[in-house]
Structures are given as C-alpha cells and as structure tokens.
C-alpha cells in the first residue's frame, strides 16, 4: 500500500533553517511528484511547492520563492523540503503528498511539525 | 491567484442528515477541483477529485458536482464519524489554493 512516513517534530529559532524528509514506499517513486503543504496551527491549508520524482524539477508559489528548496532522492525514495530564514509564522505542521502539479493529492504524510521560537 | 470560499464556514448537523458544502471559486477553471477530510490530530485525506470522481475506499455517501466557479461536496445521510473539516482545493492554476475549511460538528 502507499506510505508517505515524514521525519520528526523539530523546534528550530528565528533565522535558522529546517529540512522535513518524506520517505515513499507502494508504489514507483518516479512516476509521481510530490507536493507540499502546510497548516499553522488551527488554520487552513497552504501550498509551498511541488517537485517532479522524474526529473527534480520545480515549482514554488511566489509567496515563498527564495526561501523553500524541495529536492527528491531517487536512491531512496525520499522527497525532501528545506525551509530557510524561518520567521515565527513558519510554526506549523508540514505535509507531503503524493500528487502532479495539477492533480489531487491522493495520499498524504502524517505531517511534521515545525516550532520555530527564541 | 484563484481564491476559493466555502459555505459554511461551521455547521451543526445530526446523524442520517443531508449535508451540502459549497465552494465558489474567484474565476472559472474547469473540474480541477478536489474535496479533503481532515480530523483532529489527521493529515488530510482526498474524498472527491476532478469534481465528482470518488477516490478509492471512499464511502459511497459522499459525493461531488460542479464546474467552473460553483462546486459542490454532498454527505448523504451522515455517520458520527463523518465529524471533520472539509476542503476543496484546485490544482488547476499556480499557486494551488484551498478553500478556508468547513468544520461540520455532530
């Protein structure tokens, strides 16, 4: 069956970066991108970006361009989304979900949350 | 960038109910539109996709319509489990969006 399995819980401070791994397993990594979205606490959902598992390629919403970096390792299976120069209303959890850029997302990490205070 | 409403934003319904939860796009963009269940404590889970297709292991209750800017998700005769927030969302155009959330409490 198909898995997303994310990477833990991190507390980062202000101005540092964060990496949240999504490990796929199910199915042939690359024949699907993967797209994130995040979810302050309480709030609705926001797209940060897809990455083609084929060949790496990119997509950023312009709200986040500069600041988040999603890359994929094929050896592993593994998608990953970087998130630089963290602000405290980066505090959220972070989804990966199996998808195209134009698709649904049809099956979804468990989510990573991500604290970010001094 | 399109942006997405849904109606209501909160509503209090019974057991074996009929729910419809409405999403009215800002401009019109085809059946790109997908409909999410997400519980307490849950990452989201696809129920409808393109509009009206049914993602696999999706009970049969729930179903969508529409087109263009005015879409539909409709719950017929709800269970206890079916308590959750719901969005649409539309991949049709960058920067996907969602809808604000529909938060349906039995």
């Known amino acids: 069956q198909v898995q997303l399995v994310q990477s833990g819980a991190e507390v980062k401070k202000p101005g540092a970066s964060v990496k949240v791994s999504c490990k796929a397993s199910?199915?042939?990594?690359?024949?699907?991108?993967i797209n994130w979205v995040r979810q302050a606490p309480g709030q609705g959902l926001e797209w940060m970006g897809w990455v083609s598992a084929y060949d790496g390629t990119t997509k950023y919403p312009q709200s986040l361009q500069g600041r988040v970096t999603l890359t994929t390792d094929t050896s592993t299976s593994t998608a990953y989304m970087e998130l630089r120069v963290l602000r405290s209303d980066d505090t959220a959890f972070y989804y990966c979900?199996?998808?195209?850029?134009?698709?649904?997302?049809?099956?979804w990490g468990q989510g990573t949350l991500v604290t970010v205070s001094s | 960038e399109i942006v997405l409403t849904q109606s209501p934003d909160f509503q209090s319904v019974t057991p074996k109910e009929k729910v419809t939860i409405t999403c009215r796009a800002s401009?019109?963009?085809?059946?790109?539109l997908h409909w999410y269940q997400q519980k307490p404590d849950q990452s989201p889970k696809l129920l409808i996709k393109?509009?009206?297709q049914s993602f696999s292991g999706v009970p049969s209750r729930f179903s969508g319509s529409g087109s263009g800017t005015d879409f539909t998700l409709t719950i017929d005769s709800l269970e206890v489990e079916d308590a959750a927030t719901y969005y649409c969302?539309?991949?049709?155009?960058?920067?996907?969006?969602f809808g604000q959330g529909t938060k349906l409490e039995i």
């Open positions: 199910g199915y042939t990594f690359t024949d699907y991108g």
């Open positions: 393109y509009a009206s």
């Open positions: 401009q019109s963009f085809g059946t790109s």
């Open positions: 969302h539309q991949s049709s155009s960058l920067p996907q969006t």
């Open positions: 979900a199996r998808g195209g850029l134009h698709n649904s997302g049809d099956y």
